[in-house]
């Protein structure tokens, strides 16, 4: 028996979060926040001696109305994981090398006349006299300049039309987020699982390296890429996407950050074989190389990274290797797969700790009263999460199919190969004439999309009619306008860095 539960007399649903790190702690906090002593008894179990990947540093804005729903004040949050704000991610090197584009977390211009501004901005660049797409985008001049402010809330103002993220330690964010869970009445296990036991509902019981048997009615498998209850105890099956996202390794190492100001943004820089993260927080830089093995031995691509750091490493690197893909299964009898274990898509989009997120959201919005899902709750859970999962992956194949570059056979290679149905489908509608994907699930707005379709040079070989009958001359002062709105708001925005000691001061005091 369930000692813990013998001893508290509870008829509450056990519920039991296997591993920690990110995953686990976020997990745990949610579930903690919503259902801990009241709900659902929920405990964590972790080993000390097992390690995190503790590599995912960057976020996109999802994260804030995460923090937010839990009641996490922003301040002590930036002072406690060391973060700093992101307003995009800049991409070099992708579309063709030189190149360099922001993918903007905010909107480019806004609608004219009832047709979206892309379509108003791409009839001024077939004219050869619209300004840069970037002009159009507050939040890339921002990043561009090193500058940040909260968005208005104000809907009829441009600083309304972008919101932004964080560039933090994802230790630190774990061990914060521990702190909280526990205060609301989650209890921490320390124990490496060494034993998983069937039971008629799927799993039973796991048993710890010191003979420890802990039961639980609802287990969430938190345990990295292993997914040592969802494949290991249930054999949920993977759905394997190396064909569409061949890079399958990555080495990551914190360095020194080279004198300057914290960069409000995240880069990623196509190198050889894959590409380059580059994540700057208060104390250090994250950095990262993610290729594929087919095309690079993992020894060239550690001397790469450590040949294009801006400072001293502060650690040996570490080497991550995964597999592209999702499980088939992400919630399997009482079993529910959240982080790694449930599926990986590379760091591209920093989407790791969002898929997280989602997870964490569909599970409470399911919860069963009684702990144990039935078969449609279920199945609605992984219909949800396998779209998440699918649309996400078609982002980040566009990054890879859309290129020009040729100059290594890992380019030639994606640049050439064969496309999800999904995402051929659309390509073919964009380049016709602009169409792009609007979904009511998935992350990424139209303006993500287009800001990989033109940073990429991907242009559509027409407009739409009503664009193209309208008037040029005030077509181009309409564009010119937005433009001339967002330089305005970008250059009364604090800077970054006084921004971030002034919320970090604020904190502490």
């Not at 660049?125 to 090193?146: F, Y």
């Not at 300057?260 to 927080?281: C, E, H, N, V």
């Not at 299964?329 to 591209?348: K, T």
Request: with cysteine; glycine share 8%; proline share 6%.
């Amino acid at each position: 028996m369930d000692k813990a539960r013998t001893e508290a007399g509870s008829t509450r649903p056990r519920v039991l979060v296997v591993g920690g790190g990110t995953a686990g702690w976020m997990t745990a906090a949610a579930l903690g926040w919503a259902f801990a002593g009241r709900m659902a008894d929920v405990t964590l179990v972790e080993s000390e001696a097992i390690g995190t990947v503790g590599v995912g540093e960057a976020t996109v804005p999802h994260i804030r109305y995460f923090n937010q729903r839990l009641g996490i004040d922003e301040s002590e949050f930036v002072r406690e994981t060391r973060a700093t704000f992101k307003l995009g991610i800049e991409f070099r090197d992708w579309g063709r090398i030189g190149d360099s584009y922001i993918h903007p977390f905010g909107d480019f211009g806004h609608d004219i006349d009832g047709m979206p501004f892309h379509q108003h901005w791409l009839k001024l660049h077939r004219h050869g006299v619209a300004p840069p797409l970037e002009a159009c985008s507050l939040p890339i001049l921002a990043a561009r300049a090193d500058r940040f402010a909260p968005p208005a809330s104000d809907p009829r103002s441009i600083r309304s039309t972008y919101s932004y993220a964080y560039q933090f330690d994802a230790g630190l964010y774990a061990a914060f987020l521990r702190r909280y869970a526990e205060a609301r009445g989650v209890r921490r296990v320390e124990g490496k699982v060494v034993e998983v036991e069937r039971g008629p509902a799927g799993v039973a019981a796991i048993r710890l390296d010191d003979g420890r048997r802990i039961e639980a009615d609802l287990f969430v498998d938190c345990s990295g890429f292993r997914g040592l209850l969802i494949e290991g105890a249930l054999a949920a099956g993977y759905e394997d996407w190396t064909d569409w996202l061949p890079c399958d390794a990555a080495w990551a190492v914190p360095c020194d950050a080279a004198p300057g100001p914290r960069a409000p943004y995240t880069r990623a820089t196509a190198r050889d074989a894959g590409w380059q993260w580059r994540i700057p927080l208060q104390h250090r830089v994250g950095n990262g190389y993610v290729f594929s093995t087919r095309f690079a031995e993992p020894d060239v691509a550690r001397a790469a990274l450590l040949a294009n750091l801006e400072g001293d490493p502060r650690a040996e690197p570490k080497l991550l290797r995964f597999k592209a893909g999702r499980r088939r299964r992400q919630w399997a009898d009482n079993v529910v797969a959240i982080g790694l274990s449930s599926g990986f898509l590379e760091p591209l989009e920093s989407t790791s700790i969002h898929l997280i997120q989602l997870g964490i959201t569909k599970l409470i919005e399911l919860f069963p009263a009684n702990g144990r899902a039935d078969p449609v709750v279920r199945a609605e859970f992984d219909r949800a999460m396998s779209l998440e999962y699918e649309r996400v992956r078609d982002f980040l194949v566009l990054h890879y199919c859309a290129t020009e570059r040729d100059d290594t056979p890992f380019w030639r290679y994606v640049r050439t190969m064969k496309l999800p149905d999904t995402l051929v489908d659309w390509l073919a509608a964009f380049r016709a004439r602009g169409v792009v994907p609007s979904y009511r699930e998935g992350m990424f707005l139209p303006a993500s999309w287009l800001a990989v379709l033109f940073g990429q040079r991907v242009v559509p070989s027409a407009v739409h009619p009503l664009v193209e009958a309208a008037d040029l001359k005030q077509t181009q002062a309409s564009v010119d306008a937005v433009a001339a709105a967002c330089a305005r708001a970008a250059a009364a925005m604090q800077l970054h860095d006084d921004h971030l000691s002034a919320l970090v001061t604020r904190a502490a005091a």
